[in-house]
Each structure stands twice: as structure tokens, then as C-alpha cells.
């Protein structure tokens, strides 16, 4: 049960800090800035795919603090660069699963 | 795994699961209502701000008995997660959990002295109405495995399948407990909108993270013990998926329904418990249940 304790707990933090760094960036009473942001979308997409397909305590608690650090930010942003980083990591999952 | 490590661990894992999974439950609501909502870490932020806050105590509460059931109630379901995901020992046990829960949510209405407390402490008494349906799923549950050991429950299901699919009714039944103890609940008559927050109203500070605690453990709890005795063996991810699941549920369920006066809360439980009793029941004696 320690990985689990740790991935959680990596979670929990990278989705803290994506908040705190999300304010910092956004500080608007309201969401202003609506784009796909590409950067985000490729540390979401390398953190889930890490937290899902790298197979090793270390750097799937890595993966999850990275996709909680994008899952985490301020209400409006980052949700589609989420959905694109978990749709990614699935699709790579069961590739591996597959052909593996 | 050395055994006190194994219930810190499992302590931790219940805490921030139960704290990200009410924030989920919170912003599913939201979206259901056009709001953006929090975000999901909002309830754990939430909860570990109480820790630094100034705790005060109002003049007319009974000190020690203010103080020591906030204790009690982090006791009783850390009690909870070791009789359930650590040691997988009675359903007994966590029904006196439960029971005990009741009584906690109860002394801790009265012992602050607030008219607001006083209501709720009252309300806690009625809502002592959903006990009765847990206690009859639990004996369903006994009926149909010849158990009450969790350990021994799942290797039955491990065996006949998943009991919600032979038992449905009862699973009914405990998910209106489960209904019942989210936030925002129709039935949540102890913590409704005209108490402000029922009997939590008059703990501050750490006092009231510690009850943020218990509740983000016990919402955990409550989902672990219903998807384990009704289905069957899961993994870590079965867990997670139906945890996300039940959330997403009661959270459309809460934010599209009113609270219930105590009344009708009580009259609707006690209905839907009736009904899926004696149907489990008809279901059992007359062989539709093998």
C-alpha cells in the first residue's frame, strides 16, 4: 500500500502547487484565457503517461505530480490539456499491454 | 508489512483520497448547477487550513466534553479503517462505528451550546433512521454468505460473483446510507441549510479540521466497505473507478435534489429500507436468489 500512499500524495501536492502556480499566472476574477496552452498539455501528457505506463514507484509518482500540477490548476484551466494528456496515456497503455 | 505502519498508511491514503473525492463530489455539483465550482484539492486545502487557524472556544460550551468528541470522532473512524481496508474484520464492527458516529454527531450538536448545535443534536437523534436499513443490508449480507467477516465476504463473492448482482436490493440499501452521508445530502437533516453547518457550527480552528478529517476518512470508509461486500475482489484501480463512480452519483443526486424536512427524510428512508428488505427477503426464500 506504500506506492499507492505515495502516488496519492504526489497527486495531492502537484495539485496544489498547480493551483498556487495557476493563481500567479491567472489572476483575473474570471477565466480570460480559454486557449489550449501547449506547454501544460505536454507536461500532462508526460506525467500521465508516466504515472500509467512507466511501471516504477519513482517515476510514477513523478508522472502523478506533473498531472496534478495541470489537473490542479485554477477552475477552467488545464481541462482539455488533461483530457488530451489521460486520453494519450489509455490509448499508450493498452498499445503496451497489447503488443508488449 | 509491520502492522502500525500498515493503518498509518491506509490512515493517509483514506484521508487525502476521502478529502480529493468530496472535492470531486463538490464539483461535480457545481457543474450540475452552471457554477465552475472549486477546484478538486479545495476540500483537502480546506481541510489542513483549520490546522493553523486561531481556535477559539465559546463561553457557553461544556469544555472538556467540547473538546474530547472531536477526538473521539477522528477515533472512530480510524477505528473504522482499521477494521475495514487493514485487518477486513467484522461488518459488525463498522456498523458500531456508525452507531457510534451517530452518537458523536449528537453530543458534539449539544455540547457547544449553540441553539444552531442544539438542532442538530436533536436531528441527529431522528436520523438515526438510516441505521436501520445499513443494519438490515448487513444481515442480507449475513444471509446470503453465512458471514459477517469481510475477508471471508469477498472470498464468497470471489466464488459466486458479486452480491449486487444476486442481492440488489440490499446494495439499494447501502447506497442510500452512502446517499445519505454525502454532503449536501436530501436526507442530510443534521447539517442542513437552516443550521449553517449542523453540528459543527461552533468548533473552530484545529477543532474543526479534525472533524474535516474524520469526514474525509469516513466518506472513504463508507465507500470502501460498499464496493467491497458488494463487488466482490476489486484491485486498486476497481476501487478507484467505482469510488469516482458512486461520487459522480451522489453528487447529480445532491445537486439536483432539495433537503428533506426531517419528516419526510425519515419516512422516505425508512420506505425505500422496508421495501428493499422484504424484497431481498421474498428474494431469498423463494429461491429467485440460489
Known sequence: MLDYMIYILAFAIGSILGLLYSYKQHGEPFVADTDFNMVMAAVAIFG???????????????????????????????????????????ILYFLLKWTV | ????????????????????????????????????????????????????????????????????????????????????????????????????????????????????????????VLSAATELPLFAAIVLVYLMTGTMNIGEIITYQSVHGPLAFSIPLAAVMFFMLIITKSPYSPFAITKDKALIS??????????????????????????????????????????LIGMIVITFITGFINATTPIFSPNHSVMTQITIGAICFFGTLLMIFTGVVA
Open chain 1, 48 to 90: 500521465w503517461c508516466l504515472a500509467f505506463d512507466s511501471g516504477n514507484v519513482i517515476l510514477a509518482a513523478i508522472g502523478f505530480l506533473l498531472a496534478g500540477f495541470v489537473m490542479g490548476e485554477r477552475p477552467g484551466y488545464g481541462r482539455k490539456e488533461t483530457a488530451v494528456g489521460l486520453i494519450i496515456a489509455i
Open chain 2, 1 to 124: 508489512m509491520n502492522l502500525m505502519a500498515e493503518i498509518l498508511i491506509q490512515v493517509v491514503i483514506a484521508f487525502l483520497a476521502g478529502s480529493l473525492l468530496l472535492g470531486l463530489h463538490r464539483k461535480v455539483m457545481a457543474r450540475v448547477q452552471k457554477r465552475p465550482g472549486p477546484p478538486i484539492v479545495q476540500h483537502l486545502i480546506h481541510s489542513l487550513k483549520f490546522f493553523f487557524k486561531e481556535t477559539a472556544i465559546p463561553k457557553t460550551v461544556s469544555k472538556v466534553f467540547y473538546v474530547g468528541i472531536v477526538f473521539i470522532l477522528a477515533l472512530v473512524w480510524i477505528v473504522g479503517v482499521i477494521a475495514g481496508p487493514v485487518a477486513h474484520d467484522s461488518l459488525l464492527i463498522l456498523f458500531g462505528v456508525y452507531a457510534v458516529y451517530k452518537i458523536v454527531e449528537h453530543n458534539s450538536g449539544s455540547s457547544s451550546g449553540s441553539p444552531y448545535g442544539k438542532l442538530s443534536c436533536v436531528r441527529a
Open chain 2, 198 to 239: 449542523g453540528f459543527e457550527t461552533e468548533h473552530f480552528g484545529f477543532l474543526r479540521g479534525f472533524m474535516l478529517f474524520s469526514e474525509s476518512i469516513a466518506w472513504y470508509v463508507m465507500l470502501w466497505v460498499f464496493l467491497t461486500i458488494f463487488f466482490g475482489p476489486l484491485n486498486a484501480v476497481g476501487y
